[in-house]
């Protein structure tokens, strides 16, 4: 069968591959706190992991400590100025300034926090700075499916830590579920384009 590649056939396989390669992307280009899983009564360290989706500079990033979290010391980062703020002795925000991610560049953010020993979800409400004065709220609840969750792009999922009891089953299956979801969506939208462009091309 000889197969004639009409402008046609030639513009849904030029579409197809932008989908392919826009849903990984949209999975993983947000302000992500890791883990995403985590022990009661633990000190983790936990890393913020800061992309410039921009053609400005990144030049800000304000972390909102939820109030579960008992204590929280942010690790020194040279080129930055760090902040927190306080109500009394409780840390309530962690605010980097100062420094700049450069347009299509990533840097990561680091602080170690006590867990309380009460399970359940952390939420990691951010805020990101950029040098126009743009700043991106990651605010929002996470939607079901993993993506951004709000059409507005000043806005964003917050990321959650699960806190478990269990240091052994819980921690293990719910580090697995996070991190197939996105390549699971990525291989949907895969064979989607691979299937309207084969039926495409036999038209």
Known sequence: MKYIYTPKVLLFGALSVFITLLVPTSAFAHVVVTPDQALTGAYETFTTSVPNERDVAVTGLRIVIPSSIESVTPTVKPGWEIQTKKMGDTVTE??????????????????????????GDVNWKAYQTYQDGLVVSWDQKPADNGGHGSEDETKGP???????????????????????VPYTVSFVALALSVFVLLRTVRK
């Open 94 to 119: 962690i605010i980097w300034m100062g420094g700049t991610i450069p347009a299509e560049q990533r840097d990561t953010f680091t602080f170690s926090a006590h867990l309380s020993d009460k399970t």
């Open 158 to 180: 917050y990321s959650v830590t699960a806190v478990s009891d269990d240091d052994d089953e819980t921690v293990q299956a719910g580090n697995t579920y996070s991190n197939i």
